[in-house]
């Protein structure tokens, strides 16, 4: 099948995952087109994570279809090389290279993985890291770093790996509340110019005011979802009106 | 120079106090040829140890089941029998296995020689060592920190090489400089099959002169500076490889 723009980036078909006996996905479905913001939100333990750790293969899933700009992710031939440039990832706990500055771990991928030129992923490191507003923390070590700038060298990380989708895994929920602001001031950006992004995050207000659509998960499935403002203002579903009622 | 050696020389003519390799030029080259060898011995046992030990912790994390055997073998056989009993094995039982080669006089030799044996069963025994040390190093590093380079598309290797190898290095310092301590004082094992390191010379010196008191204080000094000089370099290093803000 040959992908065009014009179909979903991400597509998601039935998708069931299991760590042993455990369910955590029970016929996952949904679609992500070029530019969207979509955000899951659900109760913890409601495969939120897993959901978006298996687009990029970091988790294997047992039933389903997972297309990445047309790959098939759930293939036991997947060229992983070819799926992770095209989807980036940023962390709960941001996992920096610890033994690295902040350009080192931006540049580190593009030279290793993309072969890039020395020097020309170093001038891009450069830019992505005033891009994500941390000029003049080049040279510091993540541990010499707070949690909020670390998290935006690890977004600029992603970013210098130019992917199509970037998956955003509660990346807020290890911060302090003010350094919160600036992570999602920098997705914001991000969004702005057109940045494809799955994210999973407990910041409601955030979420209604940046994604074009919203999901709901529940013990493995989507409950509900809709854009931000007929889902906070109409939610159907009882266990959506409950998750809501004691979040908002 | 030459007001030193007399010095010495005066020394054991008044007091029966006898340094020959400090007066004695063939003494003096042989307890140089020792001092030399030991080290050379030792550089040699600490980089294939190294090589050894990096290699098989990569070969631990294997998928096949039967190249994590064989490491686990290595190791249970080489960490539970005695160094000395490791080198008469090899430089015995291997090595009277192994073909002849005619020498320069139109003789037989073996083909490798005591050094040789005594590198490699010395490696092999340090190696098993550096290999559980390296593995509860890289056990250490956390496996969120591996997924972030595989999201990333670093391949198996190059996470290996990149991010795992060098946060456990740091992680295993300590203990490693344990072992490679403990090596270098090993190595007077080789003394065992006639290779001519320091203890085997001091050995030839004490023979023809009968002076074994001065010679083994001698040897003591000897070999506690130049393992606390192996003991400053590491912590030196161990030092400079911190990372600014971590652990």
């Known amino acids: 099948m040959n992908w065009t723009p014009a179909d979903p980036m991400v597509s998601l078909k039935d998708v069931h995952k299991s760590f042993g006996e455990l369910k955590v996905l029970n016929g996952v479905s949904l679609d992500v087109m ?47 090389l070819e799926l992770r440039k095209k989807v980036g990832m940023v962390f709960q706990q941001y996992n920096l290279f610890p033994h690295k500055t902040a350009l080192q771990n931006v540049m580190m991928a593009p030279v290793r993985v993309l072969k890039q030129d020395k020097a020309k992923a170093e001038e891009t490191a450069r830019a992505l890291i005033r891009k994500v507003r941390l000029e003049g923390k080049e040279n510091a070590y993540p ?28 990346v807020t929920a290890a911060l302090d509340p003010e350094t919160v602001g600036e992570v999602l001031q920098t997705i914001k950006d991000l969004a702005e110019d057109g940045m494809t992004c799955i994210l999973v995050t407990h910041e409601m207000a955030f979420a209604r005011e940046v994604a074009d659509h919203i999901y709901f998960t529940d013990r493995g499935v989507i409950v509900e979802h809709g854009p931000p403002e007929t889902f906070f203002k109409n939610a159907q579903d009882p266990r959506t009106k409950e998750f809501l009622s004691q979040i908002l | 120079m030459e007001f030193v050696f007399d010095w010495f020389r005066t020394l054991y003519q008044e007091t029966g106090i006898n340094l020959p390799f400090l007066y004695d030029e063939y003494d003096r080259n042989r307890m140089i040829g020792g001092f030399l060898t030991t080290i050379w011995l030792s550089l040699v046992c600490l980089f294939f140890s190294v090589i050894i030990g990096v290699i098989g912790a990569w070969l631990q994390g294997s998928s096949f089941k039967w190249t994590r055997r064989i490491v686990n073998g290595y190791i249970q056989l080489f960490r539970n029998t005695p160094p000395l009993v490791q080198l008469y094995f090899f430089y015995f039982a291997i090595g009277t296995l192994l073909p002849r080669v005619e ?7 073996p083909i490798l020689g005591s050094f040789a044996w005594a590198a490699i069963s010395l490696s092999f025994f340090a190696g098993a060592f550096n290999v559980e040390i390296f593995r509860s ?30 946060l456990a290095f740091r992680v295993v310092l300590p203990a490693l400089n344990n072992n490679l301590v403990n090596l270098v004082k090993t190595t007077t094992l080789a003394y065992a099959i006639a290779v001519p390191e320091m203890l085997y010379e001091a050995n030839q010196i004490w023979s023809d002169n009968v002076n074994v008191t001065e010679m083994m204080i001698f040897l003591l000094l000897a070999y506690f500076a130049l393992v606390g000089v192996l003991v400053s370099g590491m912590n030196r290093w161990e030092r400079a490889m911190k990372i600014p803000g971590y652990g």
């Open chain 1, 34 to 80: 070029k530019g969207d913001v979509i955000c899951i939100i659900g109760p913890s333990g409601s495969g939120k994570s897993t959901l978006i750790r298996c687009v990029n293969a970091l988790n294997d899933i047992q039933k389903g279809s997972i297309l990445v700009e047309g790959q098939e992710v759930n293939d036991p031939n997947l060229d992983k």
């Open chain 1, 143 to 170: 541990g010499e770093l707070s949690g909020g700038q670390q998290q935006r060298v690890a977004i600029a990380r992603s970013l210098a790996m130019q992917p199509d989708v970037i998956l955003f895994d509660e």
């Open chain 2, 103 to 109: 020498n320069d006089w139109g003789g037989q030799s």
């Open chain 2, 137 to 166: 190093g890289i056990e250490a590093v956390p496996k969120s920190t591996v997924e972030a380079a595989e999201a990333l598309g670093f391949s198996k290797l190059q996470i290996y090489r990149d991010i795992t190898l060098p």
